[in-house]
């Protein structure tokens, strides 16, 4: 699919059906993410792929237990999605380190669509960190998580601000 398409199609996919991700699907959106630029090279991120339904069903449950009802939707996405994704990084210098990684999970969203995989990039999930840290005995510092599966429900496009609204120009 052209890139300019892949851009204006993708959405932040809620709902999932049962059908599994490959690995190979996976892997495939991952290594795209790992071609994004990074801050003096530096390659931060690290992913632990979760597409065991118990250990999702317990990471939803965590951050259901933990938020209530605001972070109701986004815990059953955790359950509910063939793969999730949780993006860590091995953080020296923070701001340059976390845009390293924003980008890397860009690429993932849009590779994602390109191979006709729903994505939700998760930002919920850095409440519930120090438990994840301590269940994956993962010492770096939790960015995000991304939802990966197939899906039947095709969200419509969300209003954007237009390039006026965001932009000066001197």
Known sequence: MELSKV???RRSVRHYNDKNLDKRIVCDILNYGIMAPSAHNRQPWH?????NLNLKKEIGDA???????IAKVTSDVIRDCSTLVLVFADITDEIMDIQSVGAC????VLRAKDLDVASLWIGYILNIEKELQRKFSCDKKL???VALGYTDHFPSKRPRKTLEEVSEWY
Request: hydrophobic share 55%; proline share 0%; net charge negative.
């Open 7 to 9: 851009m204006e199609e």
């Open 47 to 51: 992913f632990i792929v979760v597409d």
């Open 63 to 69: 951050l259901e237990n933990k938020m209530g009802d």
């Open 105 to 108: 999970i860009e690429n993932i």
């Open 143 to 145: 960015i995000a998580a």
